[in-house]
C-alpha cells in the first residue's frame, strides 16, 4: 500500500459518484465495512440487476460475500480480484479495489470525450445541412409518405396472398395455349403503341408551346424596349408647371423663415411678460407684507398709547367724570385718525402695483415707485398732524361746563 494507491482510490471514488465520503486514513486499519459498502456499489454500478447478498455480520456472511463478488466480476468484467486481501480490508485491498474503479473511471473519461467530440461533429452537420440541404428535406419527406402509403399497400397485397397463391398456382398447372398468348401478346402491343403515339404528340404540343412563348417572350422585349425610350424622353422633357412651381416654392420659403422669426419674437415676449407679472407679484406681496407690518406697529403705538392714557386716568381720579369722558372721546379720536393713517399707507403701498389691462408695463412701473414714495412723505405729514390734533382737542374739550348734579340718571 502507497500514498498514491490512497490519494488515487478517494479521488477515483468522488469522480464516480460514490455517496460516501472516504478519507485516506479510513483504510489504514481494517476496515471491512468500509471495503463491503464500496465492492456491492461497484456492482451496482457495472449491473443494477445483480444479486449479491448485503449480509457481512458474521463470518460466514462476509466469506460468502467476498466469493460472490470476485465470482460477478471475473464472469462480466473479466477481472481477477485477490479474495485474501479483499477479506483483509486494508491498504491492500486499495489495490484490489482500484482494478475495478481504474475501469469504470477511465470508461467514464472516455465516455465524456467521445460524447464532446459526438456532439460537436453533430452539431456542425447540423448546421452544415440546414444550410445546404433543404431540397433534400423536402425530398426526404415525400419519399416517407410514399414509403408508408406503398407499406400499407404492401400490407394489404400480403393479406390477400392465401387466396391469390391458389389461383397462381392453378394457373401456372394450366397448360399453356398458343392462341390466348398470342391474342394477349397483341392487346399489349397495341396499348403500347397507343402510348407511345400519345407521348409523340405530347412531345409535338410540347414543341408548338415552346415556339409560342419564345413568341411571346419577343413581344415583351419590344414593348419594354418601346417604354424605355419613351421614359427616356419624358425624363427628358421639362414640365410646363415647373417655373410656377419653383415661384411658389421660393414663396413658401419667405413665408416660412417669417413665420419662424415671429415665432421666435412671440416667444420671447411672452417669456417677457411672464417675468414682468412675476416681478410684479412679489411687489406686491411685499407691500402686502409692509402693510401688515406698518399695521402691526400702529397696533403696537395704539396700545402703547392706550396704557399710558389709562395711567393718566389713574393719576387724574379725583377731577370726576368730566376728566374721563374727556380721555374717552380723546382715545376713539386717537384711534380714528390711526386707522385713517393706516388705510392711507396701505392705499400708498398699493398705488400702482396692480395690472391695468394691457397698459405699458414700464411707465406703470415708474410712476408707481414715484407715487409709493410721494404717498410715504404725505402720509409722515399726515401722521403728524394728526397726533398734533389728537393732543391739542383734550385741552379746548375740557372747558365745557359740567353736567348738573340735579339728573334723573343716578350714575
Not at 472516504?22 to 481494517?30: A, D, I, Y
Not at 420659403?253 to 417675468?275: A, I, P, V
Not at 387724574?316 to 390711526?338: F, H, K
Request: some cysteine.
Amino acid at each position: 500500500m502507497s500514498f498514491r494507491d490512497l490519494r488515487n482510490f478517494t479521488e477515483m471514488l468522488r469522480a464516480l459518484g460514490y455517496p460516501r465520503l472516504v478519507s485516506m486514513e479510513n483504510l489504514r486499519t481494517p476496515n471491512f465495512v468500509l471495503v463491503s459498502e464500496v465492492l456491492l456499489w461497484l456492482v451496482k454500478r457495472y449491473e443494477p440487476q445483480a444479486d449479491i447478498p448485503p449480509d457481512v455480520e458474521t463470518e460466514q456472511d462476509r466469506v460468502f460475500f467476498i466469493k460472490a463478488v470476485a465470482q460477478f466480476m471475473a464472469t462480466k468484467a473479466h477481472i481477477k480480484l485477490n479474495t485474501k486481501k479483499l477479506y483483509q480490508a486494508d491498504g491492500y485491498a486499495v489495490k484490489e479495489l482500484l482494478k475495478v474503479i481504474s475501469v469504470l473511471y477511465g470508461a467514464m473519461n472516455t465516455k465524456g470525450v467521445e460524447h464532446a467530440d459526438l456532439s460537436e461533429e453533430d452539431s456542425n452537420k447540423f448546421k452544415f445541412d440546414l444550410g445546404s440541404k433543404i431540397a433534400d428535406l423536402k425530398t426526404a419527406r415525400q419519399l416517407a409518405s410514399e414509403i408508408t402509403s406503398k407499406g400499407a399497400t404492401l400490407y394489404d397485397l400480403l393479406g390477400k396472398e392465401v387466396d391469390l397463391r391458389e389461383a397462381r398456382i392453378e394457373s401456372i398447372a394450366r397448360p399453356l395455349e398458343i392462341n390466348e398468348a398470342e391474342k394477349t401478346l397483341k392487346i399489349a402491343i397495341g396499348c403500347v403503341l397507343e402510348q407511345v403515339q400519345k407521348t409523340k404528340d405530347m412531345l409535338n404540343n410540347v414543341a408548338l408551346d415552346e415556339a409560342n412563348l419564345e413568341a411571346k417572350i419577343q413581344k415583351r422585349k419590344l414593348e419594354l424596349e418601346r417604354s424605355q425610350k419613351r421614359l427616356q424622353t419624358l425624363q427628358s422633357v421639362r414640365p410646363p408647371f415647373m417655373d410656377e412651381y419653383e415661384k411658389v416654392e421660393e414663396q413658401l420659403q419667405k413665408q416660412y423663415n417669417s413665420y419662424l422669426e415671429k415665432f421666435r419674437n412671440l416667444t420671447y415676449m411672452e417669456q417677457l411678460l411672464d417675468d414682468h407679472r412675476r416681478a410684479e407679484q412679489e411687489m406686491i406681496e411685499e407691500a402686502a407684507n409692509m402693510f401688515h407690518l406698518d399695521q402691526n406697529r400702529l397696533k403696537e403705538e395704539e396700545l402703547h398709547l392706550f396704557k399710558s392714557r389709562t395711567d393718566a386716568e389713574d393719576s387724574d381720579e379725583e377731577d370726576g367724570g368730566s376728566g374721563s369722558e374727556e380721555e374717552g372721546g380723546r382715545v376713539v379720536r386717537q384711534r380714528a385718525a390711526l386707522e385713517m393713517l393706516l388705510r392711507g399707507r396701505a392705499a400708498a403701498r398699493l398705488v400702482g402695483t396692480m395690472p391695468d389691462g394691457d397698459t405699458e408695463v414700464d411707465e406703470d412701473l415708474g410712476d408707481s415707485e414715484i407715487d409709493l414714495d410721494e404717498d410715504e412723505d404725505e402720509q409722515d405729514d399726515m401722521d403728524d398732524d394728526s397726533m398734533e390734533i389728537s393732543l391739542s382737542k383734550p385741552s379746548q374739550r375740557a372747558k365745557k361746563p359740567e353736567p348738573l348734579e340735579e339728573s334723573d340718571n343716578d350714575f
